[in-house]
């Protein structure tokens, strides 16, 4: 059977798989290494349901929040259990459907996985193992289309990290009242890691390229539209950065838990700059 793609008979008959001399490996095997350590951290974080709330500092880790089940350690249900009693596995197995879905169907982290771990390609002219090519016409790959349905719940996440960012800049109850009573003005860096990581997953879902689509796709004549016209003008600055944005978004997420998790387990105390 004739072979297709790079190998089909239209193709040079060169026996190697490529006659580059650089390390063309290197960056897939980068992308390799950090993607599978942040799915072993992340999966020992989901599984693990401890040490997620500082209660005191107003900490909640992004991997558990929103807490939605009343299984949910003290200070973590700001938003209600909804889920109940029923539910007796870890409730970030429930929130990280979202983050997970967002990032598996993004465009950008398509590239990087299909080139480093199934090689499809794995690099710029190097010829890659598999014989067919079907892109994502068939199971399983054409459940990518849903990248815009995690978008969107993408986007209420996001809303809620950003109240969980802020309500961390709030004093306990026993100090309010000797600061007046307002009950606000407290900043740690715990507040810091929160509110950063807020923000870059802001960015990295407006710099989506579904966002970009939102805005200004469709759209035959941008002079009769100059609102949505400036929008996309904005989200295709981000949209440039997307790449970047998203590995060190997925970083402040790791980050992000990492610390609440020391703060809350007693490993390490939060800072207080007033």
């Known amino acids: 059977m004739a072979g ?19 390390r063309w490996w290197l960056q897939p ?8 350590s942040f799915i072993v951290y992340s999966t020992i974080r989901a599984f693990w349901n401890g040490a997620y709330v500082q209660e005191k500092s107003h900490l909640l880790s992004p991997f558990y929040s ?29 929130i990280l459907v979202v983050p997970l879905g967002f990032r598996l169907t993004c465009y950008y982290y398509r590239k990087a996985y299909y080139r480093s771990f199934w090689m499809s390609p794995p690099a710029c002219a190097v010829a890659e193992p598999h014989a067919r090519y079907t892109g994502e016409t068939r199971l399983p790959l054409i459940g990518q289309n849903i990248h ?9 996440l996001n809303t809620i ?7 961390s800049f709030k004093q306990e109850s026993g100090l309010s009242h000797a600061h007046g009573g307002a009950g606000w003005g407290h900043m740690g860096l715990g507040s810091l890691m929160l509110t ?30 100059p609102i949505r016209y400036w929008l996309w003008t904005q989200v295709s600055k981000l ?32 800072p207080r700059f007033f």
């Open 29 to 36: 095997a980068i992308t390799v290494t950090v993607l599978v």
């Open 66 to 94: 929103p807490c939605v089940v009343e299984r949910c350690e003290s200070g973590a249900d700001d938003f209600g259990t909804p889920i109940g009693h029923w539910w007796a596995l870890s409730p970030a197995l429930i």
């Open 196 to 225: 950063v990581n807020a923000l870059l997953l802001w960015a990295y879902s407006l710099s989506c390229h579904s966002c970009r689509h939102i805005t200004g796709g469709r759209l035959n004549h941008f002079s009769r539209h």
């Open 239 to 270: 949209n440039a950065r997307h790449m970047q944005i998203a590995w060190v978004s997925l970083f402040g997420v790791a980050l992000a838990d990492l610390y609440v998790s020391l703060v809350a387990s007693g490993q390490f105390h939060d």
């Open 161 to 167: 990290l950003s109240w969980d960012a802020i309500h």
């Open 148 to 156: 815009r349905y995690f978008f969107y719940l993408g986007l209420i």
């Open 4 to 22: 297709t793609g790079v190998f089909s008979p239209g193709r040079a008959a060169i026996a190697e798989r490529t006659l580059r001399r650089d």
